[in-house]
């Protein structure tokens, strides 16, 4: 009889315990779905690239958004041409971009031509068709006769991942997805209330 009745009682505490730790998972479900500084958050602009050209004087500068492309979704490549020695940017210029890949086992070449860059910035908008690993050059070259003639290349990488799966806990920007943290806050919640109430019932 005293086994049972330790029995009865361990059960008892387990019982308690439960909706606690129940409610307890939703609070910190509830609190990472809050959270604005999110340790799976990731910036939504690429590290930069740079590509230097001594000859000409030159630094280009080469970054693109989203940070993590996603197929078929357009991402912003953007260059900025730079004078080597002050920073500054590089005037009057035009510009030629060529995308290069073979991720699907064929080579694939992209062209955009006659870019005007008067500021010494530009971008251009490109939709990636398959995951792998990209090539982008583009050709630089002066357009204004008040500045001397100059031809500079420069080439940059941009890796496009496999896609993830639309029911995982992370998304394609790399955050947290809210959606199924709250709907596992709620199922929680919802849980303790039950087990609760079926707890004063049979005691009743």
Known sequence: MKCDSSLVK??????MIIPFLLLLSSLIAVAIYLSPNSTLGQSSTSGTQSWLDRENNLRIVFSYTPAIPIIDTPTDLKFSIQNLQTGKPVTDLSA???ILTNSSGTE????FTNITVPD???SIKYLFPDTGLYQVITRITSQSNDV???ASLA?????????????SLNNSSGSSNPWIIFVIA???VIATILIVINRRKARK
């Not at 694939?108 to 062209?111: D, Q």
């Not at 080439?155 to 029911?167: A, H, I, L, W, Y």
């Open 155 to 167: 080439s940059f990488k941009v890796f496009v991942p496999g896609q993830p799966n639309p029911f």
């Open 108 to 111: 694939r070449i992209f062209r």
């Open 120 to 122: 010494g910035v530009f």
């Open 186 to 188: 709620v199922a929680a």
């Open 148 to 150: 001397a003639s100059l």
């Open 10 to 15: 361990g059960l008892q505490s387990i019982s």
């Open 96 to 98: 030629r971009v060529v």
